[in-house]
């Protein structure tokens, strides 16, 4: 079973901060996704990469960056926490091959910006 | 520009009783449609895709129809549990995009005992 782990399930950081989520896959899949998930507007991609060190934006990728060092982690920067990026963050990750294959997702870090 | 759409925020069922759950899109490109379902405080979790070039797609108690010249999908569930009770998410994919999952809003289902 493909495990995606996402490190802090809750976390509350300040304006102006700067925040790292990390997520962790364990399939050796190539490709990794960043959502934010807000009532009413479903998911929405943030930033994906496809390989390590290679990356694009998403529908919504302001104020924010990203980083894939290694094959198994994927990291979300938030460069200047605002309070309008508070949500659930959900990471997820897709092996290659068939675009159609399902995406596994992590259980979310829920983000508070004060 | 909401491409998929899901307009029903909450559906209510009865234990036993089919659930249906609907789904507009608007791109004639994407090449599938998936169903996730997400419980709280978890992750989405897949449960069910079909190709464009297909009208249905069963699996168990989880049926999924499209109608392309609507751009209309549907999930039917028969028989409804209580433990169905969770946010459903249409996604479809557009392959030419590298497989960008667009999501729907959601929808919420109840399933009373």
């Known amino acids: 079973d493909v495990k995606v782990t996402q490190s802090s399930r809750y976390l509350v950081k300040r304006t102006g901060e700067k925040v790292f989520l990390e997520c962790v896959q364990d399939?050796?899949?190539?490709?990794m996704f960043w959502y934010r998930q807000d009532p009413g507007l479903g998911l929405r991609l943030i930033y994906f990469?496809?390989?390590?060190?290679?990356?694009e934006k998403g529908d919504i990728p302001e104020g924010y960056s990203v980083s894939r060092e290694k094959k198994e982690r994927f990291s979300l920067i938030l460069e200047s926490a605002s309070t309008n990026q508070t949500s659930m963050y959900l990471c997820?990750?897709?092996?290659?091959?068939?675009?159609?294959?399902?995406?596994?997702f992590g259980d979310g870090t829920r983000l508070s910006i004060l | 520009d909401q491409q998929v759409k899901q307009n029903s925020p909450s559906l209510s069922v009865q234990e036993g009783r089919i659930s249906i759950l609907n789904c507009d899109y608007t791109?004639?490109?994407?090449?599938?449609f998936l169903w996730y379902k997400k419980y709280p405080a978890e992750g989405p979790t897949f449960l069910i895709s079909?190709?464009?070039?297909?009208d249905k797609n069963e699996d168990g108690r989880f049926t999924v129809f499209l109608n392309k010249s609507a751009k209309h999908l549907s999930l039917h569930i028969v028989p409804s549990q209580p433990g169905d009770s969770a946010v459903y998410f249409c996604?479809?994919?557009?392959?030419?995009?590298?497989?960008?999952?667009?999501f729907g809003q959601g929808t919420t289902l109840q399933v009373k005992p």
């Open positions: 997820a990750s897709r092996g290659g091959g068939r675009t159609d294959q399902p995406q596994h």
């Open positions: 399939m050796d899949h190539e490709n």
């Open positions: 990469s496809y390989d390590v060190k290679m990356k």
């Open positions: 791109n004639s490109m994407f090449d599938y």
């Open positions: 079909i190709s464009s070039i297909k």
């Open positions: 996604a479809a994919i557009y392959s030419g995009n590298t497989g960008k999952l667009i």
